[in-house]
């Protein structure tokens, strides 16, 4: 059983592991392989989904954890986590559900319109989300 002081590792990793598969998903689809690109892209969805549920339940437990950092770090940090949260929200509740809607629906002309929005955004989205846990739990970190 995972404790709740382990959660942050563990939504650094699922939001990594899902900016991997959004780039094997894009690689995959640039090379015309549609079965391989909708398998990447549905495992990104569900890695994202058990991330947003593992992110809900830490800070249902533990709160909000400060920004330590001073300087230069604390501007820096701030722009990273406000640009990332504004865009998480855009994505998880807009941007993904419309994407793959119209992909289920084999709508691709109307999905690749909005994949071409959607799949930057929630690539910044995933690989901030790792640079916000090292900043905020190992380079930041009280001593």
């Not at 690109?37 to 909000?64: E, K, N, P």
């Not at 690539?123 to 380079?139: A, D, E, K, Q, R």
């Amino acid at each position: 059983m995972i404790s709740i002081a382990e959660l942050p590792a563990l939504n650094a990793t699922l939001n990594a592991t899902s900016a991997v598969f959004l780039a094997l998903g894009y690689g995959c689809i640039r090379r015309r392989r549609v079965t391989a690109h909708r398998i990447c892209m549905l495992i990104a969805v569900v890695v994202s989904a058990l991330f947003l549920v593992s992110y809900l339940t830490y800070h249902w437990y533990a709160g909000l954890k400060p920004f330590a950092g001073h300087g230069l770090a604390r501007p820096v940090y701030l722009t990273i986590l406000t640009t990332h949260t504004i865009l998480a929200i855009i994505v998880a509740l807009y941007l993904v559900p419309v994407t793959l809607s119209r992909a289920l629906r084999e709508r691709f002309d109307q999905h690749r319109a909005i994949a071409r929005w959607t799949l930057p955004i929630w690539f910044y989205v995933s690989v901030t989300g790792v640079i916000v846990y090292f900043m905020l739990y190992h380079w930041y970190a009280p001593a």
